[in-house]
């Protein structure tokens, strides 16, 4: 079965350094999403990117993060300048149109020190 | 935007005994409400979604209804069991605009035998 993958799985920065996470969404989806999880609590919605350009963005997502897909089947999270509350679970989630399953990808645990 | 609230926080049920969460939302506008199981460390997986133009969808052990007029969905699990052990996320959004899932906080269901 495809399914979204992510990488790193775990991620260590130091505080103010850049960090790109990826993700590779199964091959025909159309529709991509980046969400974050703080250790305990809800799954926060990030942004949304189709047709390659930003379609939705949460108050979450200020000027420190920005999404690229580079490619045909990459779809890259960075953040610029990362803070202590960065630290939490990155999951990228994917879907080939409006009415179907989102997949979520396996996230990239974020630490920063 | 959107906003999801989710009871109970927690939830401990005997093995066989069933289980029910319950979400409200906020959007009128939203028309899809999946229900996600996220296993610790894991990633969320869908395990039932019902669209607004349905009151009611069962799936074996786990049924989903929804009450459009007072914007509230509800997950019922009978005859849990020590596997159904996990936090399960409710989320809401604009299916046909492909707006991002919006998640309640969570419940974690505990199931002992």
């Known amino acids: 079965e495809p399914e979204v993958t992510q990488t790193p799985s775990h991620q260590v920065t130091q505080m103010g350094q850049e960090v790109i996470l990826r993700c590779v969404p199964i091959?025909?989806?159309?529709?991509f999403y980046w969400y974050r999880q703080i250790l305990g609590q809800k799954v926060e919605f990030l942004v949304s990117?189709?047709?390659?350009?930003?379609?939705?963005k949460s108050e979450i997502f200020d000027d420190q993060f920005s999404v690229e897909r580079p490619d045909g089947s990459n779809f890259t999270l960075k953040i610029r300048s990362t803070k202590l509350e960065d630290s939490a679970m990155y999951f990228c989630?994917?879907?080939?149109?409006?009415?179907?399953?989102?997949?979520f990808g396996q996230g990239t645990r974020l630490t920063v020190v | 935007g959107e906003n999801v609230e989710q009871h109970p926080s927690t939830l401990s049920v005997q093995e066989g005994d069933s289980a029910v969460i319950k979400c409200t939302y906020s959007?009128?506008?939203?028309?899809?409400f999946p229900w996600y199981k996220q296993e610790l460390g894991k990633r969320p997986q869908l395990i039932i979604d019902?669209?607004?133009?349905?009151g009611e969808k069962k799936d074996q052990r786990i049924a989903v209804t929804l009450n459009k007029t007072a914007k509230h969905f509800s997950l019922h699990i009978t005859e849990t069991q020590p596997e159904d052990s996990a936090v399960y996320f409710c989320?809401?959004?604009?299916?046909?605009?492909?707006?991002?899932?919006?998640f309640g906080k969570g419940t974690t269901l505990s199931v002992s035998s």
């Open positions: 091959s025909n989806h159309l529709y």
């Open positions: 990117f189709y047709n390659n350009e930003i379609s939705e």
């Open positions: 019902i669209r607004s133009n349905v």
């Open positions: 959007d009128s506008a939203s028309n899809y």
């Open positions: 989320a809401a959004s604009i299916r046909q605009a492909g707006t991002a899932l919006i």
């Open positions: 989630a994917s879907l080939v149109s409006p009415n179907t399953e989102a997949f």
